[in-house]
């Protein structure tokens, strides 16, 4: 019986699961990062973003949307634009994102291989 309670205690939070469902994809904390700035068009997210296709770009903006993280307003034009905020919820990520950024700055210093001391 004990066991299985252990078992249950190693278990990922949901709350972290679903935070990784989102923030796991590739470019969703690259878009947030870049909105925290402020609100951005759409072809100015993408120029912030090498490498991102428009596609790509589409759907994480969807998604972080039907998350409640980004909303998207149309400004009426011409010509017709797209622009993108963060929604309060969307905001509330800044300082957990600038403590990744600190992590990533300490333990990732050579863009991703980690150091020994971070191996242990």
């Known amino acids: 019986m004990a066991e299985r309670g252990e078992e249950v ?4 939070d949901t709350g ?3 935070v990784f469902e989102l923030f796991g994809k590739r470019w969703t904390g ?3 990062s870049v909105l925290l700035a402020g609100p951005e068009y759409f072809a100015g997210l993408r ?9 790509m770009l589409s759907d994480r903006l969807t998604e972080l949307s039907a998350a409640g993280l980004v909303v998207r307003e149309v400004d009426g034009g011409p010509p017709l634009r797209v622009s993108y905020r963060l929604t309060e919820a969307g905001r509330a990520l800044d300082p957990a994102l600038k403590e990744l950024g ?3 700055e300490t333990y990732l210093p050579d863009g991703g291989n980690c150091p020994e001391r971070f191996r242990k």
């Open 102 to 104: 600190r992590w990533a």
């Open 47 to 55: 120029r912030a973003i090498p490498g991102i296709s428009e596609r």
């Open 16 to 18: 972290m699961a679903r």
């Open 30 to 32: 690259m878009i947030v």
């Open 9 to 12: 205690c190693r278990q990922v």
